[in-house]
């Protein structure tokens, strides 16, 4: 803020703070965590208190393992879970530990089996290694699996960065911060390319005159 004779009269943090609520995602995480350490760290602290109980990671795969009993067909879908999906954060808060939910499709029964299937180590193992496949091994693999990743009203299915499984505690832990990078950067392309051409344009017209 500044006054009518132009001195700069910083606001207190937990003003930014307040409102910081009332910023879109993308304008908090692209734009305002580049003003200065402070503005960073209320952006990160906003995201990490409101938000980040919203994002949403979702896998459906087509799981086959061979067991004792012959070949398991199945659908697991797994996502993070809808109510108390943010349990912790560690590693100096830069993991973030979220819920799963996971359910498994008989393909062959028609049925759901709910969790039961991961009682077989060779599913559990085909599950984690399915949801670790980068973009281009998940097109090539045998074992399809199809990944989205949102927060509120945007979607992009980007790698989560440092991603671990734990299936026992039903639990997914990720860099948050480097995932949110990767989550807008489409976006922060496409505007960066938007001001080129917006100003491209702008250069033609005026030489035109």
């Given at each position: 803020?500044?006054?009518?004779?132009?001195?700069?009269?910083?606001?207190?943090?937990?003003?930014?703070?307040?409102?910081?609520?009332?910023?879109?995602?993308?304008?908090?995480?692209?734009?305002?965590?580049?003003?200065?350490?402070?503005?960073?760290?209320?952006?990160?602290?906003?995201?990490?208190?409101?938000?980040?109980?919203?994002?949403?990671?979702?896998?459906?795969?087509?799981?086959?393992?061979?067991?004792?009993?012959?070949?398991?067909?199945?659908?697991?879908?797994?996502?993070?879970?809808?109510?108390?999906?943010?349990?912790?954060?560690?590693?100096?808060?830069?993991?973030?530990?979220?819920?799963?939910?996971?359910?498994?499709?008989?393909?062959?029964?028609?049925?759901?089996?709910?969790?039961?299937?991961?009682?077989?180590?060779?599913?559990?193992?085909?599950?984690?290694?399915?949801?670790?496949?980068?973009?281009?091994d998940r097109i090539q693999s045998r074992d399809y699996a199809c990944q989205t990743v949102s927060l509120h009203a945007r979607t992009n299915p980007?790698?989560?960065?440092?991603?671990?499984?734990?299936?026992?505690?039903?639990?997914?832990?990720?860099?948050?911060?480097?995932?949110?990078?990767?989550?807008?950067?489409?976006?922060?392309?496409?505007?960066?390319?938007?001001?080129?051409?917006?100003?491209?344009?702008?250069?033609?017209?005026?030489e035109s005159k």
């Amino acid at each position: 803020m500044s006054t009518s004779h132009g001195v700069f009269i910083p606001l207190p943090a937990e003003l930014w703070g307040e409102i910081f609520t009332h910023v879109d995602d993308f304008e908090l995480w692209v734009v305002c965590r580049q003003v200065s350490s402070m503005l960073r760290a209320e952006a990160e602290r906003e995201f990490a208190t409101r938000r980040l109980s919203d994002l949403d990671l979702r896998w459906e795969s087509f799981i086959t393992a061979e067991s004792v009993g012959g070949t398991t067909r199945l659908i697991a879908f797994v996502r993070t879970s809808l109510y108390r999906k943010l349990k912790r954060f560690s590693e100096g808060n830069c993991r973030v530990h979220l819920d799963l939910t996971i359910r498994c499709w008989d393909v062959d029964s028609g049925k759901f089996q709910g969790c039961e299937p991961l009682d077989n180590p060779l599913v559990r193992t085909k599950i984690i290694d399915t949801l670790r496949l980068s973009s281009l091994d998940r097109i090539q693999s045998r074992d399809y699996a199809c990944q989205t990743v949102s927060l509120h009203a945007r979607t992009n299915p980007i790698e989560v960065p440092a991603m671990e499984i734990d299936l026992d505690a039903k639990e997914i832990s990720f860099d948050w911060k480097e995932a949110l990078n990767r989550f807008f950067a489409g976006g922060a392309y496409v505007r960066r390319m938007g001001r080129k051409v917006s100003h491209s344009s702008a250069s033609f017209f005026t030489e035109s005159k």
